[in-house]
């Protein structure tokens, strides 16, 4: 299963334990525990700056004449967890990842938010496995992808919040968890959007992501229903 995903990257790991930390979710690591298997969220923590810095830096390249606002929105597209989610789909990312019982039962391998996240784990391998060239390579090639000349294939509810609010100066958002519920393999977060001290959105989903993306919709459909 990893040599299919290492063609699909085009790229061949040097060292596969690298690889399989990438792949491996938090629910394998906690049912197993006594092999000490670390679970890839520290990669999918540095996956997502380097896959932000290669997006900008490419995006800043290849558009010199678009603004900061259509370039943010273009790299929020291109970034969000649908896309990653669509984009792991075309290596067949889920088949290789190592998940526990119940998540790989409750259909996790299908799941934007797990898929998403590991893509992000396999780019920071590559990082530390060959270096960033090479996971620049992968990321031109697989990410940027056909850019939008002009709207985002996907909204990102949160980038457009930011930009609607931050049409008055003096603006202040942030995103709150205010529960948290179900078994490792079916979470289900609910998160409040926060402007100036005051909850102007609410939001759930299956990741904390998901559910500020739902907030912040919520937001612009109260305060900017226009822009809907």
Do not use: W
Request: charged fraction near 25%; aromatic fraction near 6%; proline fraction near 3%.
């Amino acid at each position: 299963m990893l040599s299919k995903l290492e063609q699909a990257l085009s790229y061949t790991f040097k060292n596969k334990q690298l690889l399989k930390n990438a792949l491996t979710h938090s629910s394998y690591a906690n049912e197993n525990r006594a092999s000490k298997c670390p679970d890839n969220e520290r990669l999918e923590f540095l996956g997502d700056s380097i896959l932000g810095f290669v997006i900008a830096d490419a995006l800043y390249q290849q558009f010199p004449d678009k603004p900061e606002g259509e370039l943010t929105r273009i790299r929020a597209d291109l970034v969000c967890e649908g896309n990653l989610a669509r984009v792991a789909a075309t290596i067949h990312l889920g088949d290789a990842l190592l998940l526990g019982h119940g998540e790989a039962n409750s259909g996790g391998r299908k799941r934007d938010s797990i898929v998403s996240d590991a893509m992000e784990s396999v780019l920071a391998a590559v990082y530390l496995d060959g270096g960033f060239d090479a996971a620049k390579a992968i990321i031109l090639r697989l990410i940027l992808g056909d850019v939008p000349e002009d709207k985002p294939r996907v909204i990102d509810y949160k980038t457009l919040f930011q930009e609607l609010v931050q049409q008055t100066k003096n603006q202040a958002i942030h995103y709150v968890l205010v529960g948290e519920s179900g078994p490792d393999h079916d979470k289900h977060f609910k998160m409040e959007a926060i402007l100036n001290g005051k909850i102007v959105g609410k939001g759930s989903g299956s990741s904390k992501k998901r559910a500020e993306q739902e907030a912040a919709r919520d937001a612009i459909e109260h305060l900017y229903p226009d822009q809907l």
